[in-house]
């Protein structure tokens, strides 16, 4: 049986969405095949999100910034919007599946402890919402 397919999004592609993207596949790698890209990708992770992410033992092997032409939009069930753009805006006309809005304050350009606030409301509301944007009622918990 195939994986459901997650998607973050942000802005870089080099903070919210890769922490997104980190925290899920930690969490949930047996059960969900996860992704993120950047409406416009900086091209790289900042050193902060790395930090932030070996802070909390998150692995942070494989994480690039990149684009939306980098991922399979027919793999995806769910697209989760970090950044609070209007779905009309992410050029995803062919996607077929649910897009979630959960904003998270931009770190980008901030401090360390900014990056660790957003590493924390990121964790929070992927443990508070994951279920509900799948529309599944239980995922193994790695």
Known sequence: MA???ILFICIGNSCRSIMAEALTRHYWKDSLDVHSAGVHP????????LQVLRESRIPTEGLHSKGFSAVD???LGVVV????FPASEL????????????????PYGGTLDDFREALKAIDSMLKENIEDWLGVQSLKFA
């Open 3 to 5: 994986k459901m397919g």
């Open 42 to 49: 900086l091209g790289l992770v900042t050193p902060y999100t």
């Open 73 to 75: 939009f027919s793999r």
């Open 81 to 84: 919007d970090l950044a609070g």
């Open 91 to 106: 050029a995803l006309a062919s996607f077929e599946g649910r897009i979630v809005q959960s904003y998270v304050s931009d």
